[in-house]
């Protein structure tokens, strides 16, 4: 499974290699930390994961800011079926 986003100031795109803190959720409440997510040139970033349980997950994408930007974050809920 892959979500993609993209991370923007002010309606413009932040310096590339910023990385974001991803975490996953699963319908039992167990929280897991994935490999942090770098955004690109553009702004634009991709997780990719396999989950390993079915039904409802919830992936949270977080960037802690710096001097110049406000931390932000973002969720997402995915249902796993198969």
């Given amino acids: ?19 974001l803190k991803v975490t996953r959720t699963d319908r039992f409440g167990t929280t897991g930390e994935l490999t942090s997510a770098t955004v690109a040139a553009d702004g634009t970033f991709r ?9 409802r997950t919830l992936y949270a994408v977080s960037y802690e800011g710096d001097a110049l930007h406000e931390g932000s974050s973002a969720q997402a809920t995915v249902r796993i079926t198969g």
């Fill in 47 to 55: 997780i990719k994961d396999l989950p390993s349980k079915r039904g």
């Fill in 1 to 19: 499974m892959e979500i993609t986003g993209k991370l923007t100031g002010q309606g413009r795109a932040l310096p590339s290699g910023i990385s």
